[in-house]
T-cell receptor
């Protein structure tokens, strides 16, 4: 079974600084997808970024980027120039390429942004 | 696009009552998921539909829970009778699934916060 581990229950960052959220996963599959979702106090689950395992290049979306280390099964999220609106729970998720109904989520990391 | 729509946003009911949660997936998506989120268990998949057909309902807690998808644009999750332990946030998500090198992503609705007293 695939498991997703987020070892940091809480993180804090100063506004305009950079923060990295960690995620590791366990799988025996060679092709899969990884996601970071953001859940602000409104509860909405918002897709932040997506990475396809067969792509070597790390995905980026504006101030958000990932460090995907396939051999180490690591998928960290870097938030640059942190803003107050970035404060939220962040969930790392894994989905096998062929298993549409097998999305696995980590326990989440609560990010606080200090003004 | 309007995104995934869920109703109601909040539901407070008493133990034993029937609860119906509703979901409208993104137009054109062929896969629909119901999740439950609690502090203790995180996000759990309850049921998954593909092309309106339930494919995997192994996550449905017990017979009190049922889900339907009568057409491509509407799904319901029903709890009857409801119990306090059903209190949680229930999410609906949809995606466009295709075989092969699919890049589909699940898009979530805003969730329904259910409180059973």
């Amino acid at each position: 079974a695939q498991t997703v581990t987020q070892s940091q229950p809480e993180m804090s960052v100063q506004e305009a600084e950079t923060v990295t959220l960690s995620c590791t996963y366990d799988t025996s599959e060679s092709d899969y997808y990884l996601f970071w979702y953001k859940q602000p106090p409104s509860r909405q689950m918002i897709l932040v970024i997506r990475q396809e395992a067969y792509k070597q290049q790390n995905a980026t979306e504006n101030r958000f980027s990932v460090n995907f280390q396939k051999a180490a099964k690591s998928f960290s999220l870097k938030i640059s120039d942190s803003q107050l609106g970035d404060a939220a729970m962040y969930f790392c998720a894994y989905r096998g390429k062929y298993n549409n109904n097998d999305m696995r989520f980590g326990a989440g990391t609560r990010l606080t942004v200090k003004p | 696009d309007a995104g995934v729509i869920q109703s109601p946003r909040h539901e407070v009911t008493e133990m034993g009552q029937e609860v119906t949660l509703r979901c409208k997936p993104i137009s054109g998506h062929n896969s629909l998921f119901w999740y439950r989120q609690t502090m203790m268990r995180g996000l759990e998949l309850l049921i998954y539909f593909n092309n309106n057909v339930p494919i995997d309902d192994s996550g449905m807690p017990e017979d009190r829970f049922s889900a339907k998808m009568p057409n491509a644009s509407f799904s319901t999750l029903k709890i009857q009778p409801s119990e306090p332990r059903d209190s949680a946030v229930y999410f609906c998500a949809s995606s466009m699934w295709s075989s092969g090198r699919s890049t589909d992503t699940q898009y979530f609705g805003p969730g329904t916060r259910l409180t059973v007293l």
